[in-house]
């Protein structure tokens, strides 16, 4: 018999501090500094069609925002200080944010259907592995993309996602690599063998089901050792609160619940060092959110910072593109 999960309560930080930046916040990312992480704002309101990047210091709660051409799905730093590589509306680029200039390396993405853009996606050494998502939330034609480093060309994986989310790499005792994948209304996580050499991905399975739950996945890392999943839960409409939770991935068995008071809609976790211990960043958002909605889930849209039992050692690993 399992036992009952710890639950947690995440604080909310200070950050973000308009309904701009609230709307839509995902994506954070540990930076190479301690205590900093990058956090995308995927648009900032419901007919905006720009977005951000954000740089945020834990430390201070100082959070620098920096204006894109349009709405940002991902973005990880470069090795070139200031420097992100990002998939924004349809394109894959470089974004300087001391200059403030977008530099597409590869376009037209989904070109052969209308109305996705861009979503979720990881970086593993210089290849690329991102989803797309109908807007509409409703059609199977959003795609699941693997841009390949060795020869910068992008390979579809699959053509038939609607929202497509989490991304995640896990290697197994034999060095295989698997990709683990949420396409959100399914609300199951599901696992292929990769190859990225030969650009394929084997049969789907299932890791995770959640189709009896009212909220739906969203964004989701692995822990450190490899041994859980940590899922942002999205909650459609007013909640006490939200719910991020770390799963046991062998067996599905719910470990721990971190909530998130006054912010039902969950949308991406990250562990970030911080003061000796792995910190869990969580972001929520505001979208669909009526003036009635915010005045009832008043943290809604914050950032949040939960605690975990991890220390952050020099073996954490930070997302960083060749460039």
Known sequence: MSSAPEVRIASPLNVPDNDALRFLPEGPMAM?????????????????????????????????????????????????????????????????????????????????????IINDGLAIDDNLIFGTKDLEFAEKKAGLYLYRGSDKKLIRLRDDQICSNGKMIRRDDSGKLFLLDIDSPTRKVVEYPLDIEAGTIGEARVVLDLTDDPGVPDGAILTPDGKGIIVAIFHPGVAEHGETRLYDLATGELRTIWQTPGSPQNTCPALVPHEGKLKLVITTAIENFSAEDQSKCPNAGQLFLGETDVAADESFERTVWPV
């Open 32 to 116: 190479v500094a301690d205590g900093k992480l990058s956090w995308v704002g995927i648009q900032h309101g419901a007919d905006v069609l720009h977005g951000s990047i954000n740089v945020l210091d834990l430390a201070t709660q100082t959070n620098q925002s920096h204006d894109l051409p349009g709405r940002p799905g991902f973005a990880f730093q470069c090795r070139t200080a200031g420097k992100f590589v990002a998939g924004v509306e349809r394109s894959l680029g470089i974004f300087d944010i001391n200059s403030g200039e977008w530099t597409p390396f590869f376009d037209g993405v989904d070109s052969d259907v209308t109305n996705t």
